[in-house]
């Protein structure tokens, strides 16, 4: 049965299509892509090809976060720096041994134009944590900023030493290391960092250009870079994808109401998994098992959305938007007789619109029930006057 020309009257509570939702995640899609063709192309020794690619997966996704990430990002407010500082000072004086607030201190500090003072918390605060790797490391970066070099990528290198996974480390070691011209040293280090960080394009763009840096001058460097997994490999962000979800399962709803040209279907899978590990954490949320129908029938998976949604009425039998759903679904896949009994259900339960009264229609039609097919196109007829598709079949089967 074809529902194509249904409309969108059902569609209770989901949210208006956000503009900046859909470019961000077309920009990760289009990210995605360019890292996996940077890749192949930097390991078939064509570089300059690949620092193309992976320079367009950073303009994409400038921050390199994964998929989970991204859809997990909130925003931080902005405020007075040099009053964020004096606040900041007074808590690292009540707790010296608190680094994150050291670093918060020395990065204000720096922001209201304090540039010694910043490096000077950040040098007191390496003599008292030597082991951290984010105190050298972010010490490294005001040196860094501040062309000192030298002694940036010693910290870089200390932070790289303590922390083997710090990959903005070792990318700025790889930087250091291209100032002072040696690309072979700044190979090794971005190697380890793509390899840690493989959807990264930033540390893409400096492989691909190191390594053709060293090919101009007649050496052929053979490179391993690491494709990136798929976005269900990333267990932390699914993780802090899961607690906004069961925070504000509104977001599913506002995901789910971008058009499917907006959203991929690895986006969709992702967004599954996560659901999934929700439910199984709190199995009695008809909302959540609904949406996981939705997903699931996004992903063209109609007898798995089908059983979710059954779930989801289970728990709450007069839940119209499933009971609508589950409608359209049954209408998909032929079963005309299930989908009117879940269409009548939702009109009792007060989804009287127009497109399910349409829908209705059409599966009477399908089962042979002419005079109730009849009755249920003018009944949307009623509600939208202006409903072509109601108007055409009621012609149709009027004839």
Not at 46 to 54: I, K, Q, T, V, W
Not at 134 to 146: K, T
């Amino acid at each position: 049965m074809d529902t194509s020309v249904i409309q969108k009257e059902t569609n209770i509570g989901a949210s208006a299509n956000d503009q900046a939702l859909i470019d961000g995640l077309r920009a990760h899609v289009e990210a995605r892509f360019e890292v996996r063709r940077g890749v192949c192309l930097v390991n078939a020794g064509r570089f300059d090809e690949a620092a193309g690619a992976f320079e367009s997966a950073a303009a994409a996704n400038p921050t390199g976060v994964t998929l989970a990430r991204f859809l997990a990002a909130c925003h931080v407010g902005k405020g007075d720096p040099t009053r964020a500082a004096e606040q900041l000072d007074r808590a690292v004086q009540q707790s010296p041994s608190d680094v994150t607030s050291r670093i918060q201190h020395s990065l204000t500090l720096w922001s209201s134009g304090q540039g010694d003072e910043a490096i000077e918390v950040l040098r007191a605060a390496v003599y008292d944590h030597s082991e951290s790797a984010e105190l050298h490391f972010q010490l490294g970066v005001l040196l860094a900023d501040r062309l000192e070099y030298l002694e940036a990528e010693l910290r870089f290198t200390q932070a790289a030493n303590i922390d083997r996974n710090h990959t903005e480390a070792l990318l700025n070691v790889a930087m250091c290391c291209g100032v002072r011209r040696a690309p072979e040293e700044a190979i090794r280090h971005l190697e380890r960092a793509q390899q840690r960080a493989p959807h990264d394009g930033r540390i893409g763009v400096r492989l691909a250009q190191a390594a053709a840096a060293i090919g101009r001058s007649g050496r052929a460097p053979t490179i391993r870079a690491t494709m990136p997994p798929e976005a269900a490999c990333d267990k932390d962000g699914i993780e802090e994808l899961g607690a906004i979800i069961e925070k504000d399962p509104d977001f599913v709803d506002a995901l789910l109401s971008l058009p499917s040209d907006a959203v991929d279907t690895e986006s969709h899978a992702l967004l599954l998994l996560t659901l999934e590990q929700v439910l199984a954490r709190k199995p009695e949320q008809a909302a959540l098992q609904f949406q996981c129908g939705q997903v699931l029938a996004r992903l063209n998976r109609p007898d798995e959305a089908i059983d979710a949604g059954e779930r989801a009425i289970g728990i709450k039998p007069d839940y119209v938007r499933a009971l609508v759903e589950l409608g359209r679904l049954y209408a998909q896949t032929d079963r005309t007789a299930e989908a009117a009994s879940r269409l009548e259900l939702a009109i009792s339960a007060g989804g009287e619109f127009a497109d399910v009264y349409y829908l209705l229609g059409n599966c009477y039609r399908d089962n042979g029930m002419v005079g109730e097919a009849k009755s249920a196109y003018r009944r949307a007829l009623m509600i939208n006057e202006r409903f072509e598709a109601a108007t055409q079949a009621l012609e149709a089967i009027s004839t």
